[in-house]
């Protein structure tokens, strides 16, 4: 799209007004400026009689061209226009903002709210809900269907069931963190994979930590099924450590090296798992940092403050793997053993000169001659004399 691009709009596509909805609902969220833009197309439907250009709206609005298309961006997202690119421009398709009710059935449209203007001011504005029971009507007896004839009810795009995935949780026993960060990051994930709420949650829960969702891990398993890994040799002993920390949990894992130094899993140890893990890396790569920090330190307990410091670098660096994990170990242990060399370099040890006095080191011994001796007494002596002298 372009300033001089023409569009138009679908015939009949005639709107109620905009009510109370989109000041209270969506201008929040959609900031001011787009829904500006949203007022506009509302104001300029015409039947689809004229072709328009993008610049009247830029002209009238007094905006430019990225602000226009970010707004068109923002309506799309949030079910207020849809457009359609055509050879001899672009049509437009406007939509009424939901009402309450379904405005707030939406999980994610209401933590945006709750973002912008805080839970308190939402909670005002929910709608009251009857106690009484709801009057069911069937659809086929009102308007006179047969039995045999299909019932055609208008439906809605499907939304991200956040109440299913609640009830499956309950019933798994796992639960948030912080619901509303989850409730966007759950959602943006279901979105970009085209996933149902089911499928979201089948990874949510093989990817949590301590039985609470981690959309950090979810993130990270996704990324390591789309990246190609790296194609290296193993050893046997190495292929042996990728098929174990594939197979076990982090605390699994850290068990069997603890029962092979006859020692148990300290309550420390559990929680730097669970820092590992709030890093959003896998179980699989918290094995290998746990492997190479024993082999490191040679103790029965973890050095927690090391395999930390190793889980920071590796979240860092996006490492999502076991085989990425391996080939970054390699990495260090080459990088540790060049420094390793060089610092026992002769060179290093006997060719750099000294800052520090010789007098200070405690093995130091006075091997001054006496006819030394007397020439350092013969120049003081000369200092302090011209010293006497104004310096002259």
């Not at 569009?7 to 929040?28: D, R």
């Not at 670098?313 to 080459?334: C, H, M, P, T, W």
């Amino acid at each position: 799209m372009k300033p001089n691009t023409p569009f138009s709009f679908l015939k009949n596509n005639i709107l109620p007004p905009a009510g109370p909805a989109l000041e209270q609902y969506y201008l929040p969220i959609l900031e001011m400026e787009t829904v500006t833009v949203y007022r506009f197309l509302l104001a300029s439907y015409d039947q689809g009689e004229k072709k328009h250009l993008l610049a009247q709206i830029l002209n009238h609005i007094d905006m430019g061209f990225p602000q226009l298309l970010l707004a068109f961006d923002r309506l799309i997202a949030m079910g207020l226009i849809d457009i359609f690119e055509e050879e001899a421009g672009i049509a437009i398709r406007l939509h009424a903002p939901l009402e309450a009710e379904q405005f707030f059935s939406n999980a994610v449209y209401k933590r945006l709210l709750e973002k912008k203007i805080g839970e308190k001011a939402v909670e005002n504005l929910l709608p009251a809900r009857s106690l009484g029971s709801r009057r069911q009507v069937s659809f086929s007896q009102v308007f006179g269907l047969d039995a045999g004839e299909a019932t055609v009810v208008p439906s809605k795009k499907q939304q991200f069931d956040m109440e299913m995935f609640k009830r499956m949780m309950g019933r798994d026993g796992l639960r948030f963190a912080d619901e509303g960060e989850a409730t966007l990051a759950l959602f943006a994930i279901a979105e970009e994979q085209q996933w149902t709420w089911y499928e979201t949650y089948l990874l949510a829960k093989e990817t949590a930590v301590d039985r609470i969702v981690s959309p950090k891990r979810m993130k990270q398993k996704l990324a390591q099924a789309s990246q190609e890994q790296p194609r290296m040799s193993y050893s046997r002993q190495e292929e042996t450590i990728l098929r174990e920390a594939k197979a076990k949990s982090s605390l699994q894992f850290l068990a069997e090296i603890k029962k092979a130094r006859h020692a148990t899993i300290t309550q420390s140890e559990r929680k730097t798992l669970s820092k590992l893990a709030d890093l959003g890396l896998l179980d699989e790569v918290i094995n290998i940092i746990l492997l190479l920090t024993f082999n490191k330190t040679q103790s029965a307990n973890l050095n927690e403050k090391y395999a930390l410091k190793v889980g920071n670098d590796f979240s860092y660096q996006g490492v999502n793997s076991a085989e990425l994990a391996i080939l970054k170990v390699r990495e260090r242990q080459k990088q540790a053993k060049v420094q390793g060399n060089k610092g026992t370099s002769p060179t290093s040890a006997k060719g750099k000169p000294s800052n520090v006095p010789k007098w200070s080191q405690p093995n130091y011994q006075n091997q001054t001659s006496q006819e030394e001796k007397v020439d350092l007494a013969k120049e003081k002596q000369r200092l302090l004399e011209k010293l006497n002298q104004g310096g002259e």
